[in-house]
């Protein structure tokens, strides 16, 4: 083989390599994902955002002469203008409340604005209304047995419309009030029905006519009952006197 045929020979290995380099690229790059579909594929992590700490600052207030120490506002205060108020305390009721100063639950709502009368709150001031037209705590009164139904006030007396007697189930158990009498002693006697009172409810005797429900009941009178000095009884289905009470 001489000289010229194997220069021939050496480009044409040399021409067919480089060949076979080109198509291999070529092929790999055909191959090889396009950058932007990679990107748009690619979603990243969210970022964890951490919210600032607000720090609060704690005012000490100061003490006033040294050794004074807080007292906690509890049970009857003085307000303004002499009103009585009371700071409403863990497991008080309107009711008991009302009962308590010899005021009516209408005057404490009325007085204090309640849009709810039967939800008051541990903390909540209540002002007392000054004047009622409720019995009086200086009235003659002979207390109920612990744990029976008792008269906690005669409201509007003289007032056909509106008289009424509040009775209340203070105890922890309900109390069948049938047989029970209630009377103006030397006049009209009221007999109860199949009335049932639940632990801490009440129910009202109105002098004058009406349908009877669960809250009220309807005497039929056609004359007020109660008056100044008069004297309301209680008595259970045995005739046994359980509370008496004089109208101021």
Known sequence: MNRRQMTFIILVNALVSLLIVLLVTWIVELRRPDPEELAALYTPAPAVLLAPTVTVPVETLPVVGGD?????????????????????????????????????????????????????????????????????????TQPAAPGEPQIVAVESAGNLADEAVLIVNESDNPASLAGWRLEREGGPTYTFGNVQLFAGSSIRVYSTSGEDNTIALYWGQLDPVWRAGAVVRLLDGDGVEMMRQVIP
Request: glycine residues 10%; negative net charge; charged residues 15%.
């Open 68 to 140: 004074a120490q807080a007292t906690p506002d509890t049970g009857t205060t003085q307000a303004e203008g002499d009103e009585t108020v009371y700071v409403v305390q863990a497991g008080d009721s309107l009711l008991g409340v009302a009962a308590r100063f010899g005021v009516t639950i209408d005057d404490l709502v009325q007085t204090n604005n309640l849009a709810n009368p039967d939800f008051v709150f541990s903390g909540q001031r209540l002002i007392i209304p000054a004047t009622g037209q409720t019995a009086s705590p200086n009235a003659t």
